[in-house]
């Protein structure tokens, strides 16, 4: 069964820094776009940050020149450096993978869903 787990969320100071880490699991075949979405309370899923396998980055331009998109192929993870936050960054921050896998027994090609981590940026 493929899995993204993530880890890193928690409060902050705002201009405090976190780094979070997604780490794909199961029977993968090879993972082309990973990214991290976020969602604040009573506000639609937006994009953060995203990254091919190629290494090619795109950022959501509220977080240009203070978050840094980075991953690990080897280890199927992605990771988002947060500097200089802001309370407005406040979310749960949610990691995608889009990916061919084995999942259940059937081949896949989409993408899947971390179940997320609450970032608090106290002012």
């Known amino acids: 069964q493929v899995q993204l787990v993530e880890s890193g969320g928690g409060l902050v100071q705002a201009g405090g820094s976190l780094r979070l880490s997604c780490a794909a699991s199961?029977?993968?075949?090879?993972?082309?776009?990973m990214g991290w979405y976020r969602q604040a309370p009573g506000k639609q899923r937006e994009l953060v940050a995203d990254i091919t396998d190629g290494g090619s980055s795109n950022y959501a331009d509220s977080v240009k020149g203070r978050f840094a998109i980075s991953r690990d192929n080897a280890k199927n993870t992605v990771y988002l450096q947060m500097n200089s936050l802001k309370p407005e960054d406040t979310a749960v921050y949610y990691c995608n993978a889009y990916m061919t896998a084995r999942d259940m027994g059937v081949m896949t090609h989409k993408g899947y869903w971390g179940q997320g981590t609450q970032v608090t940026v106290s002012s």
């Open positions: 199961g029977y993968i075949f090879n993972i082309n776009t």
